[in-house]
């Protein structure tokens, strides 16, 4: 039996016509400061107007007192337990990237990173070196290390300092440690395997390899040298397969699709079987006008929309408070497009909070706002403070699907 | 080891004097309309001034996002994870009429129905026949079908164009797919087995069987020519065996009462092992004055009332604001002689709602109202609205016996 909630929406969930948005703002909730959090201080007539006329809550991510990563906040709000379905960080990433894993394959995230002298990692970015960098540093690896034993070694240049390792080989599992000791001033970690199983054995051994010819090619490689602090060595951490999720189609009968300028959430999407409809996502940023076009463009085909927002969490973690609301209010302004795909019911809310007071992903439960024509009405903001006690009362992230289905009256009646 | 919360409960529950009246207003919840549900624009000032004094909180019946029918939603309210003891509408259609089932017979409920002649179903309710037309039909079918290869077949009627049809024999299971399509303009299913259990697949057998030959008894019946759309052919669902749930008795160590005036709450209320003290329920509607009377002269056989009140659920699937609210106010006119009865705790909350806007059982949580002498008082009316943020928060439907028995002080303490 699926874990929940999925089990319930494989058998109660029915196809209709009504369109459901599901709008995540990455990171967005927060903890107030002089009383006053992004949210609340963010000036949104546009999600003042909806958030009247919607239903509010609460929501936590996983469980209280858990911050999580990217991969495990969306699964939840995919109504995935992030808990039976572990997804490594490297999987997230080769998705991201347009890679699509086969069973006979491992993809890891990699970290361009600089080794002081004394063997201890001095930056873990070395200094976010620039993307082309990255690029010649990768064509250089891929040349110097075709494979290992007898598992092919594919590289590719995600941004900046990240890259993503992908193996292809027989008898290669999942379960291997990082070698990123995640600070500076220690060593890196040996590849360690986490069981005792010979396929993941055989993965450390392959990746222990990987990090020692690389780390000596970069040392080798002049064009290493002109850097400050100089990209000589790699990290690897995220290891892991690709899960056998069941797919959106299958549980929710819904014809999904994805707009999200940044890889992870778009590979994260694919995952549980979104389509990602194809744009040009080069440059930075938001890439707003890019995910407008798309939704104009390609909305029709789909039944539930996921929206992704990346900017809130990004000065979150920089503890920005008003480029945060800024970003909150550059959301607001671009609402009414997304209202204009007609939405049944809009859901929205973040993966997790990322409070501008703690710089990073955090525990708080965060707002959640569903808007649609069965919804009570509880004539408040979209804030913090107001959700408390709203009608949706305290969530969880998993809890959130049923109930977007549910709104859309796409869920029949549970026994007689 | 029994699901939650049967498992805390029978550790900890301890026989006591003190009374515990349970109320149910079936499908009481609603979403506001112009800012004001049945239950906020009642006037009801009996109740105010126990929801005064009592907690509020908001229950979701099942779990977020889903719609429970009448079965699953009085066993979540009586602490039987509905998901846990799924019961079949058949079981609680044969258990509502007054039928014991024992372990070797198979419930299931039966529709008179309108055939086509292109072998579709013209019409699922036959025209909702008249019960008198129902009573001869099942004669007819009775007579001309006794049994079937070793099985006993017994048929009752239950109203207009329902019946229950009970199979008594060796080696029958309950697991048999619906024959009823559930929408006109498709030809009735063949019964199946949903398993390979030998056993179902008799029952099965047997059930395809009773359709053809009741099929063909009334296509020959002159009283059935009379009739358009004719009642001429049967479908059958929700077969199932009596589940096995631990009862009241057992679990909570309560000796409870069911006082509802129809048969299918009566029923799931046996089933639980509650007593129905025996009435005449003659007639149609609420029958308030045959409740009251089975309260005042049974009632101090327990020490635990589930008292039903059908109509708001009526009204709420009828869409119909006002009716729904009169219920609501008929129910408060009778309140102070429920509480005559001198409960300790008292309990008022609905299976589910069904709000008039959507005329079907919802998803949304439920105001649900703890009255006794250690509740923290909310000062609130028992709305919708006021029950947002009462002192008992957000809870579901499982959670609310171990809480009346708690108020009760029929709980020990858990651990030294």
Not at 44 to 63: C, E, H, K, W
Not at 264 to 276: C, F, I, K, Q
Not at 378 to 399: Q, V
């Amino acid at each position: 039996m699926l874990p929940y909630p999925l089990h319930w929406t494989e058998r109660l969930a029915i196809k209709t016509d009504s369109r459901i948005l599901f709008v995540v703002l990455d990171g967005v909730g927060d903890v107030p400061i002089n009383g006053e959090t992004p949210l609340s201080a963010a000036n949104t007539p546009n999600l003042d107007a909806l958030a009247r006329d919607a239903s509010l809550g609460l929501s936590t991510p996983v469980a209280p007192g858990v911050a999580p990563g990217s991969g495990p906040g969306h699964l939840a709000l995919f109504g995935y337990d992030p808990l039976h379905y572990e997804v490594g960080r490297g999987v997230l990433s080769a998705l991201g990237i347009g890679l699509d894993l086969s069973p006979n394959q491992v993809a890891a995230r990699g970290n361009f990173a600089t080794l002081a002298p004394d063997g201890t990692i001095a930056d873990r970015r070395a200094g976010r070196i620039p993307t082309d960098l990255n690029k010649r540093l990768i064509a250089l690896l891929q040349d110097a290390i075709p494979s290992i034993e007898d598992v092919q070694v594919n590289l590719y240049t995600e941004a900046e300092y990240r890259f993503v390792l992908v193996l292809t080989g027989d008898g290669l599992g999942g379960r291997v440690a990082d070698t990123d000791p995640g600070r500076t001033g220690e060593p890196p970690r040996p590849a360690q395997a986490t069981t005792q199983d010979p396929r993941d054995q055989k993965t450390a051994r392959i990746i222990q390899q990987f990090v020692e010819k690389a780390t000596h090619v970069l040392h080798e490689a002049d064009i290493v040298k002109e850097y400050d602090p100089a990209p000589n060595t790699v990290l690897i951490r995220g290891v892991d397969t690709k899960p056998n999720l069941p797919p959106f189609q299958q549980v929710y009968k819904l014809t999904p699709g994805a707009i999200a300028s940044y890889p992870m959430y778009r590979g994260v999407a694919r995952l549980v079987g979104m389509e990602t409809p194809p744009a040009d996502w080069s440059g930075s940023g938001e890439r707003t006008e890019t995910k407008l076009k798309l939704l104009r463009e390609h909305g029709d085909k789909y039944d539930f929309i996921f929206f992704h927002v990346k900017k809130t969490d990004s000065y979150g973690e920089d503890g920005n408070f008003e480029m945060k609301k800024k970003q909150i209010e550059d959301f607001d302004a671009i609402l009414p497009d997304l209202l204009a795909w007609k939405p049944d019911v809009v859901l929205i809310t973040g993966d997790h909070s990322t409070p501008v007071g703690v710089k990073a992903h955090s525990w708080h439960p965060l707002p959640v706002l569903i808007y649609g024509p069965h919804v009570r009405r509880d004539g408040r903001r979209f804030t913090e403070m107001d959700a408390r006690g709203g009608s949706l009362g305290t969530l969880r992230h998993l809890d959130l699907m049923p109930l977007v289905l549910a709104n859309a009256l796409k869920m029949k009646k549970f026994g007689a």
